[in-house]
Nanobody, 114 residues
Framework: VQLQASGGGLVQAGGSLRLSCAAS????????MGWYRQAPGKERELVAT???????NYADSVKGRFTIFRDGAKNTMYLQMNSLKPEDTAVYYC?????????WGKGTQVTVSS
């Protein structure tokens, strides 16, 4: 299983970014995927998850601003991030749980300037 994340960058507060995570080596229709983030000096935290059936779960800090969705035809998961705040600055990691195993992609840096 391989996960390739992309889409990070530098944006001003209030701006938007879309992260993508392309998955390969697994059956996309039966996995659970998600985004986590880790800010400097802090532990990695959950941002959002989405099941193969489309059920979603969000951290309270991003509810109403971030949207997680997936495209089965492209085996790709996305995180649309709107109304970004400086406290959203972190390295974002995509995650897949497949047959009980955890897989992580390399992180992508998101920096929000005030």
């Amino acid at each position: 299983v391989q996960l390739q994340a992309s889409g990070g960058g530098l944006v001003q507060a209030g701006g938007s970014l879309r992260l993508s995570c392309a998955a390969s080596g697994s059956i996309f229709s039966i996995n659970v995927m998600g985004w986590y983030r880790q800010a400097p000096g802090k532990e990695r935290e959950l941002v959002a998850t989405i099941t193969s059936g489309g059920s979603t779960n969000y951290a309270d800090s991003v509810k109403g601003r971030f949207t997680i969705f997936r495209d089965g035809a492209k085996n790709t998961m996305y995180l649309q991030m709107n109304s970004l705040k400086p406290e959203d600055t972190a390295v974002y990691y995509c995650h897949e749980k497949y047959y009980g195993m955890d897989y992580w992609g390399k992180g992508t840096q998101v920096t929000v300037s005030s």
